[in-house]
Each structure stands twice: as structure tokens, then as C-alpha cells.
């Protein structure tokens, strides 16, 4: 369900018994190069987080294998004690070897680890919301995630985790972890390009089920489109803005992360998130992933 008692675009959301607001933040870079290690900037990490509070964001997207550790001590040195509004979500089910890469890490075992981990180092005794990776960095992958959702469905029976959403999964994934466990959120790479999860994002709307959408302008390999530079030239607006406030209207079960690390581009990105697009841009830009 959506209200509109928060000043910043788009209103809240509620996740379980979790109030969020639409416009959340992506702790992702601040992490590191290839969000590997410490980030070149602490202090300025540091403020990040602060100035994401102070603006009214009640929704930070993380994980303890974002550095590893890194962004979840981060968000602990700047932000802990937490206050009672704000809602951390976290991602369990990958891991990092020394190379940097992304190997899963979906075993139960690996999940309670993965937990234990993410409540060390926010520093809280349970975690809000717990995402399980179940595809690759961009898409899913094929066969059961019952294993690893049972799991996790154990340990919020322990008082662990709150709530449970899942990330970088099929339709049918969703609907076997929904056999399992009740599911407050689905995570997806998903922007004004990258369309196929259209079906999904409508269907959980209808059931009241947050969906983040993540690279909201293609991430690892940025979008180029001829069609969104000229909305946003239009506008006189930036590209990012464009295509965070046509994720706002898409549809009202939709979260943002966008993730930065620097103040001046996460205001920019709460600000820009507030544009209103006209039935002709959205028009326009629905053609993109057409």
C-alpha cells in the first residue's frame, strides 16, 4: 500500500510491516573499485549515508559482499545506533573471491554465515529484509532456489530476519519461494531498456509486493540511448533523472535504489526522481524497450 506522507517523490511504501520510502539508496559504491576494498573516500562515504538520513530516505539497499564487509561497517560507523524509521536490506547468496569475482554461495550453510555477517558487521541483533541472489549480476538462472529459501524461511522462524525478498529471479522462482515463506520484495535488474520483467512487475503490484528495480541505467555497461538523451535534453534534465522518475511512474510497487558516492549526486538523483513526465515522454520512452 502507498501513501504520500513523506515529502520526498513517489511517497512510501510498506513492506510487511515495514514503511519504506519509494526513493531509497544503493550502498553499493561505496564500496571500492569493482566494489572490491575500502572506498578511496571514507569520510566522504561517511557523509553519504548521513546526508541519505537527512533528506528522508528510509530505505538503504546493502550487502555483506559489497567490499565484503566494507559497506555494512560503513553504514554502521555513520549511522548506528539506527533510527526506528529506517529499514536496512541486505542480500545474502554470493560471495567474494580474491580475484573480486561474484561466485555463489547459496548452500544453507553458507546463508547462515551470510546472516551472521550481515548482523555483525550492521552491528543489529535482526535484519529487516533479506534479499536471496538466486541469478547472476544481471539475470536469473534457471532451476529450484527451495533449498536455499528454506533456509532462510528458518532462520526469520529464529528471530533472525523479519522479512524475506528475493533478487535476480524468474517469475516461477518467485512463486516457489512464495510456497515457502510470504515474500515482501523482488529484486531485479530492470530499467526504461531492459523490459522483461514488465509481466512480474504488474503481477506483484496486484498482490502488494515491492519491486527494485537495480542499474537503472544499465550498470556495469551504462545505456546509451539516443531516445532517453533527448527526453532528458528536452527536459533539460539529465538522463538518470529521466529514467528514475519513469521507474516512479511505471508503477506505485516500485522502489528505487539508485547508488552513488558523492552528496552532491545522490541529491541530485532525490531531486531528479521528482520530475513529472508527460504522457508523450513516457510514450517516448516506453519505445526504447520495445
Same mark, same amino acid.
Given at each position: ?11 512510501? $511504501? ?32 561517511? &557523509? ?40 536496512? @536490506? ?11 569475482? $561474484?561466485?555463489?554461495?547459496? =548452500? ?5 554465515? &551470510? ?30 532456489? =527451495? ?35 510470504? @515474500? ?7 530499467? @526504461? ?22 542499474? !537503472? ?14 527526453? &532528458? ?8 533523472? @529521466? ?8 508503477? !506505485?510497487?516500485?522502489?528505487?535504489? !539508485? ?32
Amino acid at each position: 500500500m502507498t501513501t504520500s506522507t513523506n515529502s520526498l517523490p513517489g511517497g512510501t $511504501w510498506t513492506m510487511g510491516d515495514l514503511t519504506v520510502t519509494r526513493v531509497g539508496y544503493g550502498a553499493m559504491q561505496l564500496a571500492g573499485p569493482g566494489v572490491f576494498g575500502p572506498p578511496a573516500d571514507h569520510e566522504g562515504a561517511l &557523509a553519504v549515508l548521513r546526508t541519505a538520513v537527512e533528506l528522508g530516505i528510509t530505505h538503504i539497499d546493502t550487502s555483506d559482499f559489497y567490499g565484503p564487509h566494507v559497506t555494512n561497517r560503513i553504514i554502521k560507523e555513520a549511522l548506528h545506533p539506527y533510527a526506528d524509521s529506517l529499514t536496512i @536490506v541486505t542480500k545474502v547468496g554470493a560471495r567474494r573471491d580474491a580475484e573480486g569475482g $561474484w561466485p555463489h554461495a547459496r =548452500a544453507p550453510h553458507e546463508l547462515r554465515q &551470510a546472516v551472521h555477517d550481515n548482523l555483525d558487521n550492521l552491528g543489529v541483533d535482526v535484519l529487516d529484509v533479506v534479499n536471496f541472489r538466486v541469478g547472476g549480476l544481471d539475470r536469473p538462472e534457471e532451476g529450484s532456489i =527451495a533449498e536455499g529459501f528454506e533456509a532462510l524461511a528458518a532462520m526469520q522462524q529464529e528471530g533472525l530476519i523479519r522479512h524475506l525478498g528475493i533478487s535476480t529471479a524468474s517469475a516461477e522462482q518467485v512463486r516457489e519461494a512464495q510456497g515457502i515463506a510470504p @515474500v515482501v520484495c523482488v529484486q531485479n535488474m530492470y530499467n @526504461v531498456a531492459r523490459r522483461e520483467d514488465d509481466e512480474l512487475v504488474d503481477a506483484l503490484a496486484e498482490q502488494g509486493i515491492a519491486y527494485v528495480p537495480y542499474f !537503472p541505467l544499465g550498470g556495469f555497461t551504462p545505456l546509451q540511448s539516443s531516445a532517453l538523451s533527448a527526453v &532528458a535534453a528536452r527536459l533539460e534534465t539529465t538522463p538518470m533523472a @529521466v529514467a528514475l522518475s519513469w521507474l516512479l511512474q511505471r508503477s !506505485p510497487n516500485i522502489l528505487l535504489i !539508485p547508488g552513488t558516492s558523492s552528496v552532491a549526486h545522490l541529491r541530485e538523483n532525490v531531486a531528479g526522481a521528482g520530475l513529472t513526465l508527460s504522457a508523450e515522454d513516457v510514450a517516448e520512452l516506453d519505445a526504447i524497450g520495445r
